[in-house]
C-alpha cells in the first residue's frame, strides 16, 4: 500500500532562495513475520492510513515541526541543508487487541528552489499473538480457564470447552517482552487442576507469535506450551476441592 502525500494550493508557490520542500512518498507494510522465512497479513483494519501517521520533522539548523496527522502537512517552505523525518501511528506501550504500533523514518536534503519527493516505509514496530489449542489438549482437558500476562501488566483470559476452541483473536503486545501463562482446566476424568504462573518466552518486534498449548505426551501430566517453536512444560498441580476438610 502505497500513497504519495502531496499539499495542493492555488496559487503558485513563492520559492526565496536557498528554500525548497519535500512531499513523502508513505508506503505501509500489512504484513509481518511469523518465521525467519515467511510472513502473515495484519489483522484487518489494524494498518492506519498514511493521512493518519503522526509526522516530526528535524533539521540540523532549526526546530523540530510536529503534525499530528499527515492529513495536518502543509509541505512548509524549508531551509535548504539535511532533514529527517519520522513517522508514527498508536502508543508504543499500549497493549491490547488493536493496539498496533508503527514507525518509520528517513533522512533527506531539501534543495533549494526544488520539490523533492522522500520516499518511506512504515511498519509494524511492536508484536502481536495468538493462542491455539491443539487436538491432544482437547483428550486430555474437557474446559479450561488460562490467562496470559505480559510484563506490563496487561492479562488476556481465554476460557471455554476444549471442543470448541479455536485460533483466538490476535492480542497486540510490547517487543520483547516477556508472556506468563497461568489458569485450570478439568480432565476428561472430571478432575480440576491448575497450572502456576510459568514464564514461556520473550516477544520479537515485527512479529506475529503463535502460542500453542498441548497436553503433555502419554505418561505425563500438564501442558506443553509453545510461543512459536521453543516448548516449555508447564506442571499440573490437583485443585483441592474441600482444602478445610
Same mark, same amino acid.
Given at each position: 500500500?502505497?500513497? $504519495?502525500?502531496?499539499? !495542493?494550493? @492555488?496559487?503558485?508557490? /513563492? +520559492?526565496?532562495?536557498? *528554500? %525548497?520542500? &519535500?512531499?513523502?512518498?508513505?508506503?505501509? $507494510?500489512?504484513?509481518? !513475520?511469523? @518465521?525467519?522465512?515467511? /510472513? +502473515?497479513?495484519?489483522? *484487518? %483494519?489494524? &494498518?492506519?492510513?498514511?493521512?493518519?501517521?503522526?509526522?516530526?520533522?528535524?533539521? @540540523?539548523?532549526?526546530?523540530?515541526?510536529?503534525?499530528?496527522?499527515?492529513?495536518?502537512?502543509?509541505?512548509?517552505?524549508?531551509?535548504?541543508?539535511?532533514?529527517?523525518?519520522r513517522f508514527t501511528y498508536g502508543n508504543?506501550?499500549?497493549?491490547?487487541?488493536?493496539?498496533?504500533?508503527?514507525?518509520?523514518?528517513?533522512?533527506?536534503?531539501?534543495?533549494?528552489?526544488?520539490?523533492?519527493?522522500?520516499?518511506?516505509?512504515?511498519?509494524?514496530?511492536?508484536?502481536?499473538?495468538?493462542?491455539?489449542?491443539?487436538?491432544?489438549?482437547?483428550?486430555?482437558?474437557?474446559?479450561?480457564?488460562?490467562?496470559?500476562?505480559?510484563?506490563?501488566?496487561?492479562?488476556?483470559?481465554?476460557?471455554?470447552?476444549?471442543?470448541?476452541?479455536?485460533?483466538?483473536?490476535?492480542?497486540?503486545?510490547?517487543?520483547?517482552?516477556?508472556?506468563?501463562?497461568?489458569?485450570?482446566?478439568?480432565?476428561?476424568?472430571?478432575?480440576?487442576?491448575?497450572?502456576?504462573?510459568?514464564?514461556?518466552?520473550?516477544?520479537?518486534?515485527?512479529?506475529?507469535?503463535?502460542?500453542?498449548?498441548?497436553?503433555?505426551?502419554?505418561?505425563?501430566?500438564?501442558?506443553?506450551?509453545?510461543?512459536?517453536?521453543?516448548?516449555?512444560?508447564?506442571?499440573?498441580?490437583?485443585?483441592?476441592?474441600?482444602?478445610?476438610?
Open positions: 500500500m502505497c500513497c $504519495l502525500l502531496l499539499a !495542493g494550493c @492555488t496559487k503558485p508557490v /513563492t +520559492r526565496q532562495v536557498g *528554500e %525548497g520542500q &519535500v512531499a513523502f512518498a508513505c508506503e505501509l $507494510l500489512d504484513a509481518v !513475520g511469523v @518465521t525467519r522465512s515467511t /510472513t +502473515r497479513p495484519l489483522p *484487518e %483494519g489494524s &494498518v492506519p492510513a498514511s493521512s493518519d501517521l503522526k509526522l516530526v520533522l528535524s533539521g @540540523t539548523e532549526s526546530e523540530p515541526l510536529t503534525y499530528e496527522t499527515m492529513a495536518d502537512y502543509d509541505m512548509p517552505m524549508l531551509t535548504a541543508g539535511d532533514y529527517s523525518a508504543p506501550t499500549a497493549e491490547g487487541a488493536g493496539k498496533g504500533y508503527f514507525e518509520g523514518s528517513c533522512s533527506f536534503a531539501v534543495v533549494a528552489r526544488k520539490t523533492i519527493t522522500q520516499p518511506v516505509t512504515v511498519a509494524l514496530a511492536n508484536s502481536l499473538y495468538t493462542l491455539s489449542l491443539s487436538e491432544w489438549f482437547g483428550n486430555y482437558y474437557t474446559d479450561y480457564d488460562l490467562t496470559v500476562r505480559t510484563e506490563a501488566g496487561l492479562q488476556t483470559r481465554y476460557a471455554g470447552q476444549s471442543s470448541e476452541a479455536q485460533e483466538s483473536e490476535p492480542v497486540f503486545v510490547q517487543a520483547g517482552t516477556a508472556l506468563y501463562l497461568s489458569g485450570t482446566a478439568v480432565k476428561t476424568n472430571g478432575v480440576e487442576v491448575s497450572f502456576p504462573e510459568t514464564l514461556i518466552g520473550r516477544t520479537t518486534a515485527r512479529t506475529w507469535h503463535t502460542l500453542s498449548i498441548d497436553a503433555g505426551s502419554v505418561g505425563q501430566t500438564g501442558l506443553i506450551v509453545s510461543l512459536d517453536d521453543m516448548p516449555v512444560a508447564i506442571e499440573e498441580i490437583p485443585v483441592e476441592l474441600n482444602p478445610e476438610a
